[in-house]
């Protein structure tokens, strides 16, 4: 890619993503637009990414991730933990799928394309990671059941430290030496204690909460444009040779996660509504945290091509499946209700 292209391109996707601001066709589309443009600058001005001056800009992932899990942290009361004894089924039945379906069509999905194998070990934990905050925004904007997604994320985080070191250990340990213990540490300091901080905020100081949140949103979608956009930059020569494979693996990842968790929430007997609330939890990752891991645990940058992958491109998907269900199915007010 010449650099008039990239530029041109990366202006393009900023256009695009101030347009989708008022644009109906376009609703939800707006971060998605960012990353992409983030993603397009970093590809094509890889520099600019990497260090400034003596400070390497990888050192900023790991705070970075705990500032997107405190801003989400800030979303969640204790009464969201509670609801979980209100939808206990759905809630694990979610969890299970989160933790079987995606780790092991990572898995798959990296044997069949031939990854090597810290590429495959990278595609394997975003598999294994917990779903984010954007299958709760997806799920308000596909009409599903927005308080089982908040609950599902909650509890998919909490259990995280156990679950997704597990996953890596019996599945991606056959590409790369995996540490059951580092990786659980790393994900209680990086994950669940700024969760936990933002939730005490939330519930001991509203009114700093309420302050807070007016500006996290923003902070958070930054820090994954960020993110996205250095590991890029760092991986940049070895997405040349592998892109499109990784790309093509991560696609049909991420589109599996979606059809095997709604129809296996199906057939468990969930209603429609819920089980898009699954698909929405099951195929959208958690990114930051998998990027986290990969630079922090596995020490290794191919590792994190596959959530820089991965993200924005389930980012699109989700996107489009919300706008096509708001549109095409109707206002579902009883949980259970069964059509």
Avoid at 45 to 50: A, G, L, S, T, V
């Amino acid at each position: 890619m010449s650099i008039y292209a990239g530029i041109a391109i990366t202006l393009g996707f900023v256009l695009l993503a101030v347009y989708s601001r008022n644009s109906r066709w376009l609703q939800g589309l707006g971060f998605t637009f960012m990353v992409l443009a983030f993603a397009t600058a970093a590809f094509t001005f890889p520099e600019f990414f990497i260090s400034w001056g003596d400070f390497e800009l990888r050192r900023t992932i790991a705070p970075l991730v705990q500032l997107i899990l405190f801003g989400m942290g800030m979303t969640l009361t204790l009464e969201d933990f509670k609801r979980i004894l209100a939808f206990p089924k759905a809630v694990f039945i979610g969890f299970g799928l989160q933790y079987t379906i995606m780790p092991v069509v990572g898995f798959s999905c990296a044997y069949a394309f031939g990854l090597q194998a810290e590429v495959a070990a990278g595609l394997i934990l975003i598999g294994s990671c917990p779903g984010g905050v954007a299958s709760n925004v997806m799920a308000y904007l596909g009409r599903a059941n927005v308080p089982l997604s908040v609950s599902m994320t909650a509890f998919s985080t909490m259990l995280s430290p156990v679950m997704t070191p597990l996953a890596m250990m019996l599945l991606a340990g056959t590409y790369v030496p995996v540490s059951f213990l580092p990786m659980m540490w790393t994900i209680l300091n990086m994950i669940i204690l700024p969760l936990i901080l933002g939730i005490l905020i939330h519930h001991f100081l509203p009114w700093l909460a309420k302050k807070l949140v007016r500006i996290l949103p923003f902070l958070a979608m930054l820090a994954i444009c960020i993110i996205i956009a250095v590991t890029i930059a760092l991986s940049r020569d070895d997405l040349i040779v592998v892109g499109l494979t990784l790309f093509a693996a991560a696609v049909c990842h991420n589109a599996l996660g979606i059809v095997f968790g709604y129809n296996a929430a199906r057939i468990l007997g969930l209603s429609r509504r819920d089980c898009r609330t699954v698909a929405f939890e099951v195929g959208l990752q958690n990114g930051g945290m998998a990027t986290g891991l990969a630079f922090n645990v596995l020490e290794s940058v191919q590792a994190a091509m596959g959530s820089a992958t991965y993200g924005p491109w389930s980012a699109i998907t989700g996107s489009a499946l919300a706008s096509w269900w708001r549109r095409t199915v109707k206002d579902e007010t009883v949980d259970n209700e069964k059509e």
